[in-house]
């Protein structure tokens, strides 16, 4: 049978496919599933796409329609999150920059090239007006890597999930100057086409599966206290994010893929829009 390898953040977005891995879920619909975390998020998910390293991500909306333009073999098969991902705008404790506004000119750092951490800071520029085509980016891998470059000030800010960094505020690693939601919902499940052409049956199963899980998954007893433990997190803090995420079990429909190609076009981080079909698989 075919194993399926799924790849995601390590993030608390993603416990239910943990949870469905550890409780047997899969086991019971007779799939085995593996997991690989990518701490550097979005662009590394979709160089392991293109290489065939996984055939399933978890993915930001943004990252993977983009790099579906770019030539990247993989639709979208559903919907994971719907909700927006709050993006923190940071500098490091020690910086002298207290606000938005006076981040301008300076350089953010970013996972890699093609990642949310970059595709969002166009979002934020453009939300605050700047000079698109002036943005300038230093390349810097995992958090703890974007903690070092803005310590030693080879970039000035930088942007990731709001909770996923409050630990770093909290011990006075980052000062956070701003919050930017994604004009989208946040995140996709994406699978190469081969696949998509070799296992839609595999696919419908995990699918199934994914979808029961994120349907109770605030419901499961103690949750809030299994993610704080998990994910390093305060319990106050899971609580205020659990209040603002909504899971779905839903295909990405043609009114949302519309408006996120729209603001990728408005962004020049696209030039042209691709059809329904070029961009999502029915599963």
């Given at each position: 049978?075919k194993?399926l390898?799924?790849?995601?953040?390590?993030?608390?977005?993603?416990l239910?496919?943990?949870?469905?891995?550890?409780?047997?879920?899969?086991?019971y619909?007779?799939?085995?599933?593996?997991?690989?975390?990518?701490?550097?998020?979005?662009?590394?998910?979709n160089?392991?796409?293109?290489?065939?390293e996984?055939?399933?991500?978890?993915?930001l909306t943004?990252g993977?329609?983009k790099?579906?333009?770019?030539?990247?073999?993989?639709?979208?098969?559903?919907?994971?999150?719907?909700?927006?991902?709050?993006?923190g705008?940071?500098?490091?404790?020690?910086?002298?920059?207290?606000s938005l506004?006076?981040?301008?000119?300076?350089k953010?750092?970013?996972?890699r090239?093609?990642?949310?951490?970059?595709?969002?800071?166009?979002?934020?520029?453009?939300?605050?007006?700047?000079?698109?085509s002036?943005?300038?980016?230093?390349?810097?891998?995992?958090?703890?890597?974007?903690?070092?470059?803005?310590?030693?000030?080879?970039a000035q800010?930088?942007?990731?999930?709001?909770?996923?960094?409050?630990?770093?505020?909290?011990?006075?690693?980052?000062?956070?100057?701003?919050?930017?939601?994604?004009?989208?919902p946040?995140?996709?499940?994406?699978?190469?086409?081969?696949?998509?052409r070799?296992n839609?049956r595999?696919?419908?199963?995990?699918?199934?599966?994914?979808?029961?899980?994120?349907?109770?998954?605030k419901?499961?007893p103690?949750i809030?206290?299994?993610?704080?433990t998990?994910?390093?997190?305060?319990?106050r803090?899971?609580?205020?994010?659990?209040?603002?995420?909504?899971?779905s079990?839903?295909?990405?429909?043609?009114?949302?893929?519309?408006?996120?190609?729209?603001?990728?076009?408005?962004?020049?981080?696209?030039?042209?829009?691709?059809?329904?079909?070029d961009?999502?698989?029915?599963?």
């Amino acid at each position: 049978m075919k194993t399926l390898r799924i790849g995601g953040v390590p993030e608390h977005f993603n416990l239910p496919w943990h949870l469905c891995m550890e409780e047997g879920d899969f086991s019971y619909e007779h799939l085995t599933v593996t997991w690989r975390d990518f701490p550097d998020g979005t662009g590394a998910m979709n160089k392991a796409l293109r290489n065939n390293e996984i055939d399933v991500a978890i993915i930001l909306t943004e990252g993977i329609i983009k790099d579906i333009h770019d030539g990247n073999p993989s639709k979208i098969i559903q919907t994971y999150v719907e909700s927006p991902l709050i993006w923190g705008v940071h500098v490091s404790d020690g910086s002298k920059y207290t606000s938005l506004a006076e981040l301008e000119h300076t350089k953010a750092a970013i996972s890699r090239p093609g990642s949310g951490s970059q595709l969002m800071a166009y979002v934020n520029a453009k939300n605050q007006g700047w000079d698109l085509s002036k943005l300038e980016f230093e390349v810097v891998g995992t958090i703890e890597d974007a903690v070092k470059a803005l310590k030693f000030d080879t970039a000035q800010y930088f942007m990731w999930e709001h909770f996923t960094t409050k630990p770093f505020v909290d011990r006075g690693i980052f000062k956070r100057v701003a919050d930017c939601p994604t004009p989208w919902p946040c995140f996709m499940m994406a699978a190469t086409n081969e696949i998509i052409r070799n296992n839609p049956r595999e696919l419908k199963k995990m699918l199934d599966v994914i979808n029961a899980k994120t349907t109770s998954f605030k419901e499961i007893p103690d949750i809030a206290e299994l993610l704080a433990t998990r994910y390093d997190q305060k319990i106050r803090d899971i609580k205020a994010w659990m209040d603002v995420t909504a899971w779905s079990q839903y295909e990405f429909t043609k009114e949302e893929m519309e408006k996120t190609q729209n603001s990728l076009l408005d962004l020049n981080l696209i030039s042209k829009k691709l059809s329904y079909t070029d961009i999502f698989h029915s599963i």
